[in-house]
């Protein structure tokens, strides 16, 4: 049975389906930067280190750092527990007799 396209037609068409996906993809990732501008701009104030004394600005400086440890302590906990989750899963559906 024959194609009603010819293969030159149909490779037009699936290289103008690749371009529109291409700038679609394009303005999603646009989009998502936006996005992330607006809500960076919304939940964090500007830092202000204009008129800060030296020992001002020390102590700033070390409530920033402890607030960085806060955050990476959290993560790696967030990270370890999902990746735990996942090898229990995998060991429990190798233990099982029907593997699921």
Do not use: N
Request: proline letters at 2%; hydrophobic letters at 35%.
């Amino acid at each position: 049975r024959k194609s009603k396209i010819t293969a030159s037609r149909k490779l037009m068409l699936k290289s103008l389906m690749l371009a529109k996906a291409k700038e679609a993809w394009e303005q999603d990732q646009v989009d998502k930067q936006g996005e992330k501008e607006r809500y960076l701009a919304e939940r964090i104030t500007p830092l202000r280190t204009s008129g800060l004394s030296f020992s001002q600005l020390q102590d700033l400086c070390r409530e920033l750092h402890e607030k960085v440890e806060i955050v990476d302590e959290e993560r790696y906990d967030i990270e370890a527990m999902s990746g735990m989750e996942g090898r229990k899963k995998m060991f429990d559906a190798a233990k099982s007799p029907t593997g699921q």
